[in-house]
């Protein structure tokens, strides 16, 4: 099967337009700077234990290892764990 250069050229620009046209929402998918895991009923995050200020490590979807944050800044918190 063969292509002309102009179906290939012509099938990279469509492409590429659908690629630039397509929504991003930044803010929307922005990552905590700060994020650890569960250990214990604590979040610990680098190599300091932060007590959890919403959520619980010990809850359902919590558990060592599990998933956390500092929402704001690492000093100040809040730290978000999983559970409930």
């Given at each position: 099967?063969?292509?002309?250069?102009?179906?290939?050229?012509?099938?990279?620009?469509?492409?590429?337009?659908?690629?630039?046209?397509?929504?991003?929402?930044?803010?929307?998918?922005?990552?905590?700077?700060f994020t650890g895991g569960c250990?214990?009923?604590?979040?610990?995050?680098?190599?300091?234990?932060?007590?959890?200020?919403?959520?619980?490590?010990t809850g359902t979807g919590g558990?060592?290892?599990?998933?956390?944050?500092?929402?704001?800044?690492?000093?100040?918190?809040?730290?978000?764990?999983p559970g409930a």
């Amino acid at each position: 099967m063969q292509f002309s250069l102009a179906t290939v050229l012509a099938i990279l620009a469509v492409g590429t337009t659908m690629v630039a046209a397509s929504p991003t929402h930044h803010e929307e998918r922005k990552s905590p700077a700060f994020t650890g895991g569960c250990n214990g009923t604590s979040c610990k995050i680098g190599l300091i234990n932060y007590g959890c200020t919403k959520g619980s490590c010990t809850g359902t979807g919590g558990g060592d290892g599990a998933y956390c944050y500092a929402q704001n800044s690492l000093a100040d918190g809040p730290y978000i764990c999983p559970g409930a």
